[in-house]
């Protein structure tokens, strides 16, 4: 004899399956971006504030730095996407929402940076391998043609930097915000944003270049844009994930 199911019935386990959205809907991730850091700028500029001096503080030390910061960068990514959730659940959020990744799924966090870290750091030794070759090269051969083959180095070590780091994105894009939400596993968190990134490959190039534009201006004075930049993004990114993972 069959069971009566019990009601409420419990929602369907989340997947990471994602869907395509409409390459304009990029804009309207920025309008919800700019949105949530008007309602309440004081918490966002607050928490953007300790966030650089954190993350400056840890850079300040040689190599070792620098890669526990790229470690660390799914885990405050984590915490800023907190904040964007109480905010669109008209909740109140807090400063020490920046550390909610710290508390919850931290290992799982942990690991999505290493593998960002390691993506990024080796396409940077692939690069300069590539640069210190063709340097090298253009020495030896002469003036002229070694001046050639020193800036194709160059390009050369661009262009696959520009290639590499695509994938790497991709990848750990929405990684931090599906192990927060949705307690998925890394590679699994990693291998859902990809497919999503490769899914509305447009909206999000014409997203990126938006970023790479406003970041330069943001960096202009003295760095101080990031103060709006970041909370802006960070809102924006969160709009995206609602919109192609929860279809709202």
């Not at 040689?62 to 526990?68: C, E, H, K, T």
């Not at 964007?84 to 710290?102: V, W």
């Not at 340097?135 to 696959?160: D, E, N, P, Q, S």
């Not at 944003?193 to 490769?198: D, E, M, Q, R, V």
Request: aromatic share 12%; charged share 10%.
């Amino acid at each position: 004899m069959n069971e009566t199911p019990a009601f409420p019935m419990a929602p369907a386990p989340f997947t990471g399956e994602s869907r395509e959205v409409d390459p304009g809907a990029c804009f309207d991730w920025l309008r919800q971006g700019w949105a949530m850091f008007l309602v309440n700028p004081g918490i966002w500029i607050g928490t953007t504030v300790l966030l650089l001096v954190i993350l400056m503080a840890i850079s300040i030390v040689p190599l070792f730095g620098q890669i526990a910061a790229h470690l660390l960068v799914p885990l405050f990514g984590a915490g800023m996407f907190r904040i964007c959730r109480h905010i669109a659940d008209n909740e109140e959020p807090e400063i020490a929402d920046l550390f909610a990744g710290f508390r919850h799924g931290a290992g799982d966090l942990v690991m999505v940076g290493v593998f960002f870290a390691a993506g990024i750091f080796g396409i940077a030794f692939i690069a300069f391998l590539l640069v210190s070759g063709g340097v090298l090269g253009g020495v030896v051969t002469g003036k002229v043609a070694g001046f050639g083959i020193a800036l194709g180095g160059v390009m050369l070590a661009g262009l696959l930097v520009l290639v590499l780091s695509i994938p790497v994105i991709m990848a750990t894009w929405y990684a931090p915000v599906l192990v927060l939400f949705h307690d998925m596993k890394p590679l699994d968190a990693m291998k859902a944003s990809f497919t999503a990134g490769a899914r509305n490959w447009l909206p999000m190039c014409i997203f990126g270049v938006f970023l790479v534009v406003a970041l330069f201006f943001a960096m202009l004075p003295v760095g101080m844009g990031l103060l709006l930049l970041l909370p802006v993004f960070s809102g924006a990114v969160y709009a995206s994930y609602r919109d192609i993972f929860m279809g709202s």
